[in-house]
Structure formats: C-alpha cells, structure tokens
C-alpha cells in the first residue's frame, strides 16, 4: 500500500466517517439537532472547537510525515463542521445564520491555523495529540466519576463528534510508533478482543423480602385490597381488571407507553388501583415503569370517581431525560478502552449507564428505580406489578423479570443478591449492538438480551395472564393427593355457601354478586402500528439479495409476531360479537403510535417536538370523532370506510375514542347502551 495513502488513511477516516454520520442523519441524531432550537449556539461552539482541535492534529501528523497538501487537506478534514452545520439547518431552518458564521468560522481557522503549523510539525504534532488525549482522558474520568450527568451536559452530537474523532487520532499516533513496536500492541488489542471479551453481568443488590405466595394468593389479596370493590358489587358491575402492555421501540415506545397512561389516570383517577399488571418489552419497560414510579401505593380511593374530561397537561418531564448520551459516553469512552486492555479496567459500560440514567428520570422516582424488583409492588397497594419481557440468548425463549408471584415470572434472587428495577428495565432493553447483553450469574447463569427478539408487542404476555386469571375460576386435575379443583381460586367462605372468582365477558350486564367475587378483564395494548395492522405490502417486485435476505427475513419477523400476537389478542379478549376499541365488552384497546409515518426516532431521547406528535396522535381524548359529536351536535362523524389506516389522523381518531371507551370501566350510574362514553358530562350514545 502506497505511504500517502497510509499516512492519510486516519484523515480519511475521520472526515468520511463524521461527514457520512450528518450527511445520512438517521432519525436519532435529527432528533437531537431538532431539539437545540432555533439557537443551537453551545453546540456549534463545542463542534467548531472540536473539528479544529481534531482537524489540526491529524494535518500536523500529515505535516510532520511530509504528505501535507495546503488546499485539499485543509478542505478535506473541515467536512465534518460543514455537514454538522448543514444537517443542523435541515432540521431546524431557523439556525442557518449560527450554522454559517460556525462553518466559515471553523473553515478559516483550519486553512489558516494549518500553514503556520506546517513549519512547526513537530512540536505541534506532540503538542495537539497530547492535548486530545489528555481531553480524552479527561472525558473517561468525569464518564465514570458523573455517568450521567457530565453526558447530559455534553451531550450526544458533541460526545459522538469528539469520541469518533479521537479514535482517529489515536490510529494516527499509532502510525508514529516504530514497526515492531505496533505490531506488538496491535496483538495486545487483538488477544484481547478475541481472547478476553468484556462480561457485562448485571448489577448487583441487596436482596429484597421476596415473596414465597403462589399467584392465586397474591392475586385473591389483591382483588380482596380493592378500596372500591364494594362500590361495583353494589352496582351489579364486574370489578374492572386491566392489563397493559407497552410494545419496545426505545425511548419512543416509552413516551408512548407512559403518555397512554398517564393520560388514562388523569383522565380516570381511578385507573391505576384497577391495573393488575403492566408488561414491558425493550423501551416499553421504561414507559410502564415511570407510569408506575408516580404511582403512590397509598393511592387507592375508597369512592369511585367519574372521569372528567381532561384539563391541562400531563407531565411530561420523565420522558423527557436523556439516555442516550450517557450509553454513548459510555461506549466511546469506557468501553472501547475495555475491549482493547487486558481485564476491562475502566469499572463501567454502556448498560450500567443506561441503568443509572433510568434512575435520574424525572423527580422523586430514585427509589422506585433502586429498589429490588421483589420489592417494587406489594397486592395491597395501587403500583401496578411490572413483567420486564428479555430473550434469553442461548435458547431463544421468553425470559421475564417480574414481582408479581413466585411462580410467574422466571427470575428469582438468590439469597444474596439480587436486580433491581432499573436494571431489570435494561435487561429487558439490551437494544442490538447499542447495550450488551446481560449476565445474571448470581440466579441461574443466563444471558439475556432484548425482549423484542422474543416477541415485541408484549401482547402474548398479556394474554397468557389474562389466561390464568380466567383459569381460577375452572377446576383443573392436579394429580397426587391433591383435590380436583386445586387450582380454583376460593374466597373465605360464607356460612353454607363456597364463594369463588367469576370472570365475566360483559361488562355492562348486571350480575349478581352473592358472596362470590365477579371481574371483567380489560386489555390496554400500547403499540405500533405496523405492529398491530402489519407492514404495509408496498413494492410489487422487492429487490434479491444472497447476503442480506436472511438478515431481513430475520428482522422482519420480529414485527410479524408482534402483529400476530396483537391478532391473537383480539381474539382471545373479544369474545362477544364486538368491535375492538369501540365497546367496553371488547375487552382489548389498543393504542397505535405511527412510529415511520411520524420520523420518530429509534434510540434513547426524545425532543420536545418528537414528543407532541406522539400525544397528539395517541393521548388527544377530545377528538374522538363521536365523542365531537356528541358534545357538538353540528359536527359529522366522518365515514369510517373513507380512513386510511397509515394515516396518523386516522389513527388519532381510534386511539382517542379508545381511551373514551375505557373511560366507561369506571361509570356505574346508568350506562343504557353497550358502546357509551363514561366521561363526565358528555351524554350517551
């Protein structure tokens, strides 16, 4: 190979891997530029500071190796600046004026900074790559001393901009180092790559009390717990039991998730003492979990409360953190160095600084997110239980962490250790190649990745739960001594009569209560849409390709069993002559967010901007179109068979008369009609 062409091999990496990075600008990092505003000064700065310090060394390296070329050097490694700055104005065209003044800025201090460092090389050479390795240095400490805040700070246009290109510069300083001496160090890194992987267990805690009860009794002192049972056995009405699943999709699947329930709360105050159990996959873990943390277990009403018709907004503030630079600083500053030196010295990764920053979200949630995950729900109370959905690696199986009974669920702490919320929110969001996956050496030795590989809607879950609920009602053999009806959940008697749990399909039919217990099962699904209607059939002649039509095949299944598993759901849950969503007796409500027709981003942030597409198009109550009409009579209910489904109008129409629908779980005035509104003062239908 050429000597200029080796000499230049790390300016061109440098250039063409940052200039490609702005120039395709995936949704992730639009997102984060969208989100500077209309005056993204702080940010140009820190970029025109870093394209210059890193520009400048790798043309002083060029200097001193005699391949230094004044114009095209100088032009090559100021692309990054100038395509940071283009990609900044495409998504916010407000910041052409900062973006022009950054790039021209950053352009001449280059050309001009360049051919005085040419007389200079030497020094200059020592002096630019000590100070970014110094800088480098300095960004691994404060990474493992404020893993989440030093980050946030930073944030994560400039921690990839200033990470990448500091790689650069190193593949440059070892172009400095003689022959043998390389070639020995390069060994070193690749023994260590092949010979001595980093082995990313899971954090560690102090065990919590646990639980020893079987489902049947967790569940019985939960249904027993119920402050307004009472109200719907006087009412003639099945007592509402709702389970919620929240799709993965990282940090866009958790604001939707959380939106849809933290709007259903204020909708309903009521809501969360009737959610049994939430399950969570990948991102979905994180949105049920901050729903959860605001949860307070001493929540429960002892009156049923109608819901009202929402005023002001919700808050939005945990949604809203920032994870991903702190896994992005983690990775360009703590784990490259890990992988490269014997022992993984630096005593951190970029799923640990996922679980921390988890802990950070919002205000007065920490201890929700420290806690043992046995610990995180108790019956008597109004937190719903969480099931975090994982894959476990070696099989392929449904791995699920959860508090809700010593038998549901597949992790179990030893009597030493043990996980806690956070960290079982992030095994369950082992997201592909962006976190590792997980180790649990202390429980039964497994390796864990993202549920999403298992099943990414949740809704199997969801269903198998249902299915055991339903299953305490109806006699099972259980063999051995035991009696024929084992399993059947019973109720402390009354004298001369054996109560029992009844499951009822309708809701709005009158049952007599006696002494047994009667529930209605409720299903709220939070997913995509592709999810729920399937990836739209778009091109009649699809390309062929040997090397990537596995990988696709591979991926696509992934979202095919989401979406058959939200079919089976529909099934299971609507078991009368029904139309899912629109009918309390349903029994299955799902909420769509349009994930590629909305550009929402696929990581671990979320802007402002982001974030309203997905209220607006999922949490919007008022624009059901017959809740419209019903408040105002003038208004015409669009015709259904005119919807286009990957229209996000259409779907902010179903989600919002969603919502209104399972709003009338918690009316038991005068309900006339099977499909009607529980919202106050809004008239039946």
């Known amino acids: 190979m050429p000597a200029w062409l080796i000499n230049r091999f790390p300016v061109l990496l440098f ?263 939430s399950v969570g996959v990948s991102g979905g873990s994180l949105g049920d979990a901050l729903f959860a943390s605001t949860v307070s277990d001493a929540a429960q009403r002892t009156d049923v409360v109608a819901c009202q018709r929402i005023d002001g907004q919700i808050n939005l503030d945990p949604v809203l953190a920032d994870h991903l630079a702190p896994v992005l600083a983690a990775f360009l500053f703590a784990d490259v160095p890990n992988a490269l030196l014997p022992a993984s010295p630096v005593p951190t990764d970029r799923a640990i600084a996922l679980e921390k920053s988890i802990e950070q979200s919002g205000t007065g949630t920490d201890s929700y997110f420290t806690r043992p995950i046995e610990d995180s729900w108790q019956p008597t109370g109004a937190t719903p239980a969480q099931i975090f959905v994982a894959t476990q690696v070696r099989t392929g199986e449904r791995y699920m962490l959860s508090p809700l009974s010593a038998e549901y669920g597949d992790y179990h702490p030893s009597t030493d250790a043990s996980v806690s919320m956070s960290t079982a929110i992030g095994i369950s969001a082992r997201f592909p190649w962006l976190t590792p996956t997980a180790r649990i050496p202390f429980a039964s030795d497994v390796l864990l990745a993202d549920g999403g590989y298992f099943e990414n809607s949740g809704a199997d879950t969801a269903t198998e739960l249902a299915s055991v609920i339903r299953g305490l009602e109806k006699p099972s053999p259980c063999g051995g001594d035991l009696p024929p009806d084992c399993n059947v959940l019973y109720f402390p008697d009354q004298p001369g009569q054996r109560c029992q749990l009844r499951v009822d399909t309708y809701f709005d039919q009158d049952v007599e209560w006696g002494c047994d217990v009667h529930v209605h099962i409720s299903y709220v699904a939070s997913a995509d849409f592709t999810e729920r209607w399937g990836t739209p059939f778009t091109s009649p002649d699809p390309p062929q390709s040997f090397w990537l039509d596995p990988l696709t095949t591979m991926l696509n299944t992934r979202t095919a069993r989401g979406h058959l598993a939200l079919l089976n759901a529909t099934e299971s849950f609507c078991l009368s002559d029904c139309i899912e969503g629109n009918e309390l007796d349903s029994g299955m409500h799902s909420n769509l967010v349009a994930t590629s027709a909305l550009d929402l981003p696929l990581g671990w942030t979320l802007s402002r901007a982001s974030l309203n597409k997905i209220l607006e198009t999922t949490t919007a109550v008022d624009r059901c179109a017959e809740l419209r009409h019903q408040l105002d009579p003038t208004y015409e209910v669009p015709d259904v068979s005119r919807y286009d489904l990957e229209d996000p109008a259409t779907i902010l129409d179903a989600n919002a008369c969603g919502l209104a629908t399972v709003a009338g779980l918690f009316n038991l005035t005068d309900p006339t009609f099977r499909s009607y509104y529980g919202i106050q003062g809004v008239p039946y239908r």
């Open 15 to 277: 250039s063409l891997a940052l200039t490609e990075l702005f120039v395709i600008a995936p949704s992730q990092l639009r997102d984060q530029l969208a989100s500077q505003g209309p005056s993204p000064v702080i940010l140009l700065v820190m970029l025109v500071t870093f394209n210059c310090l890193l520009a400048l060394a790798h043309l002083s390296f060029l200097a001193a190796r005699g391949q230094f070329q004044p114009i095209t050097d100088s032009v090559a490694v100021s692309l990054p600046l100038i395509a940071a700055c283009l990609s900044l104005v495409r998504v916010s065209p407000d910041a052409w004026i900062p973006s022009l003044v950054a790039a021209i800025t950053g352009t001449l201090i280059i050309e001009i900074a360049s051919r005085r460092l040419v007389p200079h090389a030497g020094r200059a050479l020592v002096w630019l790559m000590g100070t970014v390795g110094a800088l480098y240095l300095g960004a691994l400490i404060l990474t493992i001393t404020f893993p989440v805040s030093f980050p946030r700070v930073i944030g994560s246009v400039c921690i990839v901009f200033f990470g990448l290109g500091a790689l650069t510069v190193g593949i440059a300083g070892m172009l400095l180092i003689p022959l043998r001496a390389r070639n020995i160090i390069l060994g070193i890194f690749m023994l260590c790559l092949v010979f001595d992987p980093i082995q990313h267990a899971a954090r560690r805690i102090s065990p919590g009390e646990g639980t020893s009860e079987f489902f049947r009794e967790r569940f019985s002192a939960w249904i027993l717990s119920r402050a307004d049972l009472n109200a719907y056995k006087d009412a003639k009405r099945p007592y509402p039991v709702i389970i919620t699943s929240a799709a993965g999709g990282g940090i866009t699947a958790a604001a939707h998730a959380y939106a849809v329930l933290e709007t259903l709360q204020k909708l309903c105050p009521n809501f969360s003492q009737h959610v049994l159990a």
